[in-house]
Structures are given as C-alpha cells and as structure tokens.
C-alpha cells in the first residue's frame, strides 16, 4: 500500500513509521504544521523546529520521502478558535480531538488519498480490526498510553484508511525499538502539553488571546463573594488549586470550581461532594458499532482521555446520549467528550453539553 | 543528483564538473595558509592567486578585483551592507533602490538595514514579466537628486529566469554617482558575462551553481569604490573580508567557471532548444498551465516556470519527486512551510496562484529524455495534485 506516515518528531510516530517500511509499504513521510504562530504572536517555537527536523532526520534514516504539510490555516478554524470558543461559552475543550476528528483523519487524509495514498499510518496507541460491518477501534494494549477516548471521535470510514501500528505494543518496548532502530527520537521525552500551548499554562493562553474579564469567585454554601477570577475561561469544574482563595470555607474543607458561568462572569466554588455527577447528557453521537435505540447497561462511559472507565447506563434516541453512572464520577464539564466502550472496543463517542450539575450547551456548531 | 533522476533543479545546485573536481582534489593536497611567508603558504597563495586570475580573465575584470567570500549570500551581505555603510561614513543619505524581485540573499540584508540602521529604501517595481524600466531608476534617482548608498538589481532572476537590463541600470547609476550592484549568480555560464563592459561597482558570483564546489563565491568589485568590511580579522582580500581562504575551493571555483565561459555559447544554445522543447511540451500537455517570466532575449536560457492553477505547487512538487524528477517551486520556505514567491507577487500574480508554481531549471546534465520525462509524468501529477487541493476546502498546502 502507498501510505504517508505522519511523522510528529516524537518516538512512537518514528517507530510506526519504520514498522510500515518493514511491513513493504511503500511510505512517505509527512510532518504536519499546524500552529504557526504562538498566542502571543511568537514565531513557531525552537521547539517546534527541532521536531521538524528530529521527524526528518527519522525520514532520511528510514530512507523515505519526506515533506512538511501545512495545516496551519485550517488547524486555526477548526481546532485553535473552537478551543477558545469553548471556552468562552463556559465549557472545556479537548483540542487533541478536534485535531484528530479535523486535521489528522479528515484534512490530511483527504489530502492523501487525493494524492493518490491508500492511507495514513500514525503512532497512536489503539487498535483496529476489520471487521463484517466495517472497522472497530480497540482500546491499546498498554492501559496507560491507550489513545482510543481521543480517536473515538475519527468516523468508520476514516478509521478504515488508518493504521496504527503500536497498538499492541508498550511503551517500553516501543523506545527500546527505536534506540535499536538507531532513531534520533528514541530517548525524546513524551509530550503532555496541548501543542500550541508548549509552556502549559492554558489559563495565561487563553487570557492573552481573549483578554481579561474579571468577575467574581462565589462560594455556593454563603453565596457570598470571596474572591476574583480573570475569566471564566481560566478555570474548569473540578479545578481546586490556583483559585486564589484567602477566605476559608467555613467547614475547612477544600473548595473546587463546580460551575462557571460566562454570561454572569461567576464562577461558583463548593465542597467536593457537589462535583460527584451521576448523570450525563450528550449530543451528536458519532457511532463506531451499530446504534442501538433505547438503553443498555452492560457498557461502560469514560470522559477524559486518561480517566477510568465506569459502568453505565446508556440511552439513545438517535440525536442525543443519556449515561446514568453506576458509580459517580467528580468534575465532569461540559465540553468534554463522552466515550462508549463495550470492554476494550469503542461503541460511540458524543460531546457532553449537561450533566445533573450543570448544563452548558454548544452555541455554534 | 542521484542516478537514474531527472535532475530539473540547475538554479538551485548543478552537479560538479569532472575537471573541477580533479582541480579540487589537486589542490586539497596542498598544505599552506596562502598568508603565511614560508614556502609552504607561497605554494596555497600561488594556487589562491592563479585562481583570481583565472576568474578575472575569464569575465574581464581585474584579479585585483576578486574578493573571494563564503559564497553568493555572503558576496551579496558584503555588497549590500558594505557600500551602505560606506556611504552614510561618507556622509551621503542612508538609502537604498533596490528591485522587488531580488533574491533573499539581497533582499533580507536590506530590509535589515531598514530595520537595524535606518535605511530608506525605495523598492523598484518590475511589470509582469518581472522586468525593470530602466527608467523608472533614472526617474527615482532625480527624484532623490541623484543621492543614494548604492542600487541593486540582479542580472536576472533566479526564480523566473528574467534577465534584467543591467548596463542600462549601470549607465544611469554611474551618471547619477551612485554605486550599482547585481547579482549575477544565475547568469554566469548562460549569458555572456563581461564585466569591465558592465562598469558596476560590484557583481556577485556563486561556485557550485556553475558546477564548483559550494562554499565559495566572490564579490567583483571596482576597486575605486569603498567597502565597509562585514567580517573582520586578519585583513584578507584587501582588509574587505577576512578570513582564511581554502586554495582547493578557489582552484574549484576558477575551473568551474573557466568551463562555464569557455562553453558559455554552445551550453547556451543547447539549453535554448531544451527550454523550448519544455515549454511547448508543458503547454500541450496541460493546457491550463501560464508561462511566467518574460521570452527569448529576456529569459535565461535554462529556466522554465510555470503556474499550474487548482494545484498546490509542493503537491506537484511531491509526485513528481515520485515520478524520479527533481524541481523546485522556487520560493523560499520558513522551516519547510511554502510562502507564496514575492518574485510572483512582485509580477502581479495573485497569492493563490502563486502557490501553485514550479521551476524547472535545465543545465549540463539535461537531455531531451529529461524533457520528456516531465511533459509525460505532468498530466496525471497535475490531476492528483488538482484534487488534493480542491479536497481541502481551504486549500492548505
């Protein structure tokens, strides 16, 4: 198969590339560049430009082809503002699926097979198999790198021209594979950070693209004020520290952001318990197995990326998704998407827009 | 340029000649720093100094003329900021003609004078074809009342291949007392190259665009005109750029260009007949595609560029590196991300389409299986290419 090897300059990509090679794919090498422009205006970061080169290095090492692709355009309209946006609205984003469910399997893939590619191998930790009714995306092998809650977004008809070679494989054993393939990325640190957010403080990121709007901290149990935010859009539910909180709560328990309200400026602060959420509502399903109508309990919900699946509950009318949990799970926002999984597999994916605490639905699409 | 390719990228680097190489390797035995007084230094400063003299003779100019430098963009620096600061020593105004189609090698150090040092700079248009009007210089010069650091146009572009009327430039320069550059990299080997006829105050040259070894180049200057040096230290060629020169590279480069002069006419008519066989080829195979630059007299003779509407040139770029051809899209790129060619821009071509374009650049190793070759993998490179841009809906490339 023609495939293009999206090369991040990271290990794993590195190393799912090489394997494409082995396998007598015949691959071309293609490192994405997606933020041009930091917020503050800042050129493409050094770091950047050493993962550029570190992913060519890997390209001439391989003996393939290799190009940068710019997406730095669409990656702005459709993963930067969508991130602000969110936001703005109250609600928290995940970037990383916006990329996936845009850039990654949509743009770059369309870009490939128009070029005549069959398809696109990266190194996400997941698995695919092809199954009667088309292909199913498996939880990875390796529990604590498993990438399937931010590909559960990537439609039936990408997945089938996607290939994901380390899905059966561990960390570990992946790094020393590339230390023994003599690749430059072997020993690179993992990246945790949002990409164009390389410093990590998304709170600074957002303040400097939408500038300051102060409002005030209130605290549920008093409704009393005590203390000030930069915006709404600086803090999520569940966030306990960096609140700036000089007042003790009168039973001296820690306080953690339980809503946030954008059109009042209000950010609400109580005890733990009033983040615990049993239900939640989601819109826009995307489905990687048949849907089902009515209820099913015997699946399970997972909201984060590295969050622990829970047993649920799962009712579907088609357009939305209700999860009653069979356990609560704490600080659920809005905005996060909502993972179905039987077991290992992936059945549906969906965007929370309410939960029993809170409700903070879309405002553009 | 690796075996069994179509190497259509000349403009950029053109393979070394065998002879140059023997010259090369000849003198890379020689140990010697030709500033140093014993034997040892003389036999390096004799191979550095046959070696000026070659290149003097072979573009009628001076051997004390030749300043040996680093390579084009160097030679580019040291004429750009060295005549500048030298004028403002002198107490003449801090400004800058300079056409809009320059290389970056000239364009960056002056829009850094701009930025760094206070230049003004009065950027010279061009019409579609990428041309000059001598005029308009004559124009802007009187409108200056004939007080500028210096003026710079190159010979001919390296993007599009357009030849610009230099002497005319040189003539209206040297009546206004304004010292004249031009960048004459691209030139050398496929025009007649005379420099004393041209009378400008100094003319880049590159090596390995001509088949030398790359890390030489040389800035031929009139030596009654006064430059302020950009590197400094022990004084090498005439206090205006020091630095250790390698005799090998010299002894390269003076091969290289002795044979780029020698069968300056012959190669010239050669690649003549290729450009046209191309151009044609390219036109009847995808008619959609726009010759860019200008025809005849005024186009070098191993450049071919065309635009390719609906196709992202890199795309391009990418099918037919594929298809076993070596191109360029010509333009500059900032860590691999394309920027639409100013050359382009300059000539009136919308941003769109100038992201659509690529140059073919011919030279010695070209044949006519070469040229067919592009014309027959073009068609189907140019429909994929087509839909992988009209699949993206913002065209992102």
């Known amino acids: 198969m023609k495939l293009i090897a999206a090369l991040s300059g990271g290990v794993d990509s590195s190393v799912a590339a090489a394997r494409a090679v082995d396998e007598g794919h015949d691959v071309v090498g293609v490192h994405l560049a997606l933020a041009r422009k930091s917020a503050g205006g800042r050129e493409r970061g050094c770091c950047t430009l050493d993962d550029a080169r570190d992913a060519r290095r890997v390209a001439d090492v391989l003996g ?184 003790p709560a009168e039973d001296g328990e820690p306080r953690y952001v339980i809503d946030v309200d954008p059109h009042e400026a209000v950010v609400t602060v109580g005890p733990r318990e009033h983040l615990m959420v049993h239900r939640i509502e989601a819109d826009a399903p995307l489905w990687l197995s048949s849907p089902w109508s009515g209820s099913r309990s015997d699946v399970q919900v997972q909201v984060r990326a590295h969050g622990e699946p829970t047993g649920a509950t799962v009712t579907t009318n088609g357009d939305a998704v209700v999860a009653e949990l069979a356990a609560p799970i704490q600080g659920i926002a809005p905005g996060q998407a909502l993972v179905v999984y039987d077991g290992d597999r992936v059945l549906a994916s969906a965007t929370i827009d309410a939960t029993d605490r809170v409700r903070r639905p879309r405002v553009h699409t | 340029m690796l075996d069994g390719r179509v190497y259509a990228d000349h403009a950029a680097t053109s393979p070394m000649l065998p002879e140059v190489r023997e010259a090369w390797i000849a003198a890379s035995a020689v140990a010697g720093n030709p500033s140093s007084l014993h034997s040892s230094g003389r036999a390096a400063r004799r191979i550095v100094e046959e070696a000026r003299e070659s290149i003097a003779a072979a573009l009628h100019a001076r051997p004390s003329s030749v300043i040996f430098t680093s390579g084009g963009t160097e030679a580019d620096n040291l004429a750009v900021k060295g005549l500048f600061w030298a004028a403002r020593d002198r107490g003449d105004a801090p400004r800058i003609l300079s056409s809009s189609v320059e290389h970056h090698a000239v364009l960056d150090p002056v829009e850094w004078l701009a930025k760094h040092e206070g230049a003004d700079v009065t950027w010279i248009p061009v019409d579609d074809r990428g041309l000059v009007d001598p005029t308009w210089i004559a124009e802007a010069l009187e409108r200056l009342g004939g007080d500028a650091a210096l003026c710079t146009v190159m010979w001919a572009n390296n993007e599009i291949g357009t030849i610009q009327p230099v002497q005319d430039i040189a003539r209206i320069c040297r009546a206004a007392g304004v010292p004249f550059h031009t960048d004459a990299v691209q030139v050398l080997g496929q025009i007649p190259l005379d420099i004393t006829e041209l009378g400008a105050s100094a003319v880049t040259i590159s090596s390995h665009k001509v088949g030398g070894p790359v890390g030489i180049g040389a800035l031929i200057i009139d ?90 040139g890199d795309a391009l770029l990418m099918l037919l590196d594929a298809a076993g051809i070596d191109c360029s899209t010509g333009s500059a790129c900032t860590a691999g991300i394309p920027e639409p060619s100013h050359v382009l821009l300059a000539t009136g071509v919308p941003e769109s389409l100038a992201r659509s374009s690529l140059r073919f650049s011919l030279g010695r190793s070209t044949s006519d299986e070469d040229v067919t070759r592009i014309v027959a993998a073009l068609p189907s490179a140019v429909d994929r290419a087509k839909r992988a841009g009209s699949s993206t809906r913002n065209g992102a490339g």
């Open chain 2, 223 to 312: 030596i009654a005109e006064q430059f302020t040096p950009v590197v400094h230290g022990g004084g090498q060629e005439r206090e205006i750029r020091s630095g250790t020169l390698d005799c090998a590279l010299a002894a390269g480069f003076a091969a290289a260009v002795e044979a780029a002069v020698r069968s300056q006419h012959e190669h010239a008519e050669r690649m003549r007949v290729l450009q046209e066989s191309l151009v044609a080829g390219i036109r009847s195979a995808v008619p959609d595609a726009i010759l860019n630059g200008g025809q005849g007299a005024t186009r070098l003779p191993g450049n071919v560029h065309f635009t390719f509407p609906g196709c992202e």
């Open chain 1, 64 to 247: 393939i082809p290799f190009y940068v692709w710019d997406f730095a355009e669409k990656f702005q309209e459709t993963v930067m503002t969508d991130f602000l946006d969110e936001y703005s609205a109250g609600r928290t984003p995940n970037p990383c699926l916006r990329c996936n469910e845009h850039i990654k399997f949509s743009a770059v893939l369309d870009r490939a097979q128009a070029l005549g590619f069959d398809g696109i191998v990266t190194g996400h930790y997941a698995r695919i198999t092809h199954g009667d009714h088309g292909p199913e995306l498996f939880r990875a092998i390796d529990p604590s790198k498993d990438q399937s809650y931010v590909l559960a977004v990537v439609p039936r008809g990408q997945l089938a021209a996607a290939h994901f070679p380390l899905g059966g494989d561990y960390k570990a054993d992946v790094r020393a594979e590339a230390a023994r393939r003599g690749l430059v990325t072997a020993a690179k640190p993992d990246s945790h950070d949002i990409c164009f957010i390389p410093d990590g403080d998304t709170a600074g990121y957002v303040v400097s693209a939408l500038g300051a709007q102060p409002g005030a901290i209130i605290d549920s149990a008093t409704s009393e004020r005590i203390g000030e935010h930069r915006g709404t859009f600086t803090v999520t539910i569940g966030q306990r520290r960096g609140l700036g909180l000089t007042v």
